[in-house]
């Protein structure tokens, strides 16, 4: 497969200062690296929080900048092998691969105890200059720091830009350790929140609730394996899930939509001993009477990062069609549209995923 010297990329060189390049140089890759052909990425809402300046990433009075630039964002990619190094094995040109967004040092505690979605420097495809994204025609993949899966040819490319954020859905239910007995309540039906859905009735809950303030949402949900979908705007959803339950709460609280009313709102539903889960990346502080958590109620809160060890199976179930994926990708724009995109990519439109394909 012969690969050109430049390609079009969207290059982050600095905080407000993202630029679409036209004759941007294609990686340079050693004999340990693979050169994938992007066919698709997703835009992530962490994409959209870097490129709006949060301090998460660009640093503050409180905390350093995380990201290094010059940067090619995007995490959600696929795409066909163009350059394999001569000391990869494991992969050919040709070969059609998803990457985890995480790129283990190998080295730190976490990596060497097989927690490498925690790894200490923790670089991140898509946010540092040494592990560029997917929002370009080709990427570079050092695969001694890479965790690389194989895509069946059979995938389209709406199926395939759901690899990565069905792998984060997948690690978050896993986290909830739903049970046949559980009533469980998910806030959320974005794109990970439908992952979650789908992912979830493969559980087999004894009730699978989930809110969302947006309809088409939660007909999505429903879809996707809902037994019951819930709009806060219009019904007390506390006093439902209260007279669902007996009066107890939910077993199970899944907080997937980053805003703070959400966890208030969950901590009031969820029943004494219950388990709250928290996958959510927040863009202001949230404030809860942390009583409700201990003397009140006992409850085990639990966080989710990344996908470990969720990618083969996301892969799979997708391919076989265990995992719903219809309609969910709903925007694709080409590269020099990255702005557009961007603003489709925020949901103002009624848009669930948006992605560049290539």
């Not at 503050?60 to 940067?71: G, I, N, S």
């Not at 059609?96 to 991140?124: L, S």
């Not at 037994?227 to 007996?246: A, F, G, H, Q, R």
Request: proline share 5%; charged share 25%; with cysteine.
């Amino acid at each position: 497969m012969s690969v050109p010297k430049t390609m079009k990329a969207l290059v982050a060189y600095g905080q407000g200062d993202y630029r679409f390049e036209e004759n941007y140089p294609v990686p340079e890759c050693g004999p340990d690296d693979l050169l994938i052909k992007t066919e698709g990425c997703g835009i992530c809402a962490g994409d959209l929080k870097c490129e709006h300046n949060a301090a998460m990433f660009w640093g503050d009075e409180t905390q350093p900048a995380w990201v290094e630039t010059p940067f090619i964002p995007g995490h959600e990619f696929f795409g066909v092998v163009a350059y394999a190094g001569e000391n990869v094995k494991e992969f050919k040109v040709g070969d059609r691969i998803a990457v985890d967004q995480i790129a283990p040092c190998n080295e730190c505690r976490f990596c060497k105890t097989g927690k490498y979605w925690m790894c200490q420097p923790h670089k991140i495809y898509g946010f540092f200059k040494d592990y560029n994204g997917g929002m370009a025609e080709y990427i570079r993949i050092p695969t001694k720091h890479s965790l690389i899966h194989r895509v069946p040819k059979s995938l389209t490319i709406q199926q395939g830009l759901l690899i990565e954020p069905y792998a984060c859905s997948k690690h978050c239910i896993d986290r909830a350790q739903i049970e046949c007995e559980d009533i469980v309540v998910l806030s959320g039906a974005g794109t990970l929140g439908l992952g979650m859905v789908t992912y979830a009735k493969m559980r087999s809950p004894k009730k699978l609730v989930v809110l969302d303030m947006i309809d088409n949402r939660l007909e999505k949900a429903k879809e996707f394996g809902a037994d019951i979908v819930l709009n806060p705007s219009k019904v007390n959803v506390v006093e439902e899930i209260m007279n669902m339950t007996d009066g107890y709460g939910c077993d199970i609280y899944i907080e997937a939509t980053g805003h703070p009313s959400s966890v208030v709102q969950g901590l009031q539903m969820i029943r004494k001993l219950g388990r709250f889960v928290e996958f959510s990346v927040f863009a202001e502080p949230t404030t809860v009477d942390w009583s409700i958590i201990g003397d009140r109620k006992e409850l085990d809160v639990l966080g989710v990062h990344l996908s470990p060890y969720c990618f083969p199976f996301v892969i799979e179930n997708i391919a076989n069609g265990n995992l719903k994926t219809d309609g969910v990708v709903s925007s694709l724009f080409k590269l020099e549209d990255w702005e557009k995109a961007f603003e489709y990519a925020t949901g103002k439109h009624g848009d669930f995923k948006v992605a560049f394909e290539f």
